[in-house]
């Protein structure tokens, strides 16, 4: 395996490492717009372990392609990430195979603070039918970050899925592949009294079952549903009905699926 950090422009590469079943890449030097950081010699359909900057969680993922390109981001693109990831001139990047007892743990199955948000191929990965504005802060990828700032919106910790006021908005985690769950954890957005709140959503599952969940005012506490379902491979959040309330804007700041590898 490798790790390499280049620019989009000219490929020239910053920094690289590579190993067999790890890859420690420790550098110095400043992140550029358009740079790049590549983790290649992947197998597909292999679990890894990647943790992309010393701010940012490790990612237990799926992936399913030979390599992976992560667009290092700037500007409004770095609004739902901590202000302190990929700056400073001393970084670090690492790569490995997960274990098998990782793998095969019961655990939060929708976790993935590496998930980018036009990249498809390593899971789990979020994605949805609208994002407010357009906006990073508002994207699908925030919900599944591991951040659990529930209490105001817009700029990290306070990232979430912005629904931009659409009633057919609709949220999709696709794990890539099969696994069984049971339970599902929604935190949804309380910063009152600029948020509204849903009293009803329902989940659709890829076995063709569906869920329909029952939802108060919650302002730190989540939302718990015991739900069992085995061998899915997505699931979907939608028919989302707000509360009787003047705020337009309710918004989902995590969700947390947990489960295990499909037996």
Known sequence: MKISVYNDWDHAPKA???GEDEVVLAWD???RKGDIIEFSGITPGEFYVVKVDATI??????IKEEAVLYTVPFYEKKTSYNPLSFVGNRHIVTIRKAADYEVSSYRNLALNPF???EYAGVYPHASANVETRGEAVFAARNAIDGVKATLSHGEWPYESWGI???DDAEFTLDFGRRVDIDKVVLYTRADFPHDNWWVK???SFSDGTRQVLEMDKKVQEPHVFEIKKCGIEWLK????IKADDPSPFPALTQIEV???EAK
Do not use: M, W
């Open 258 to 260: 947990y489960g295990s």
């Open 115 to 117: 998930d980018q948000h």
């Open 16 to 18: 690289e490492a590579a």
């Open 201 to 203: 959503a329902t989940i």
């Open 164 to 166: 931009n006021r659409q």
């Open 237 to 240: 959040l939608g028919e989302l």
């Open 57 to 62: 969680d490790p990612s237990l993922v799926l």
């Open 29 to 31: 030097g400043e992140y």
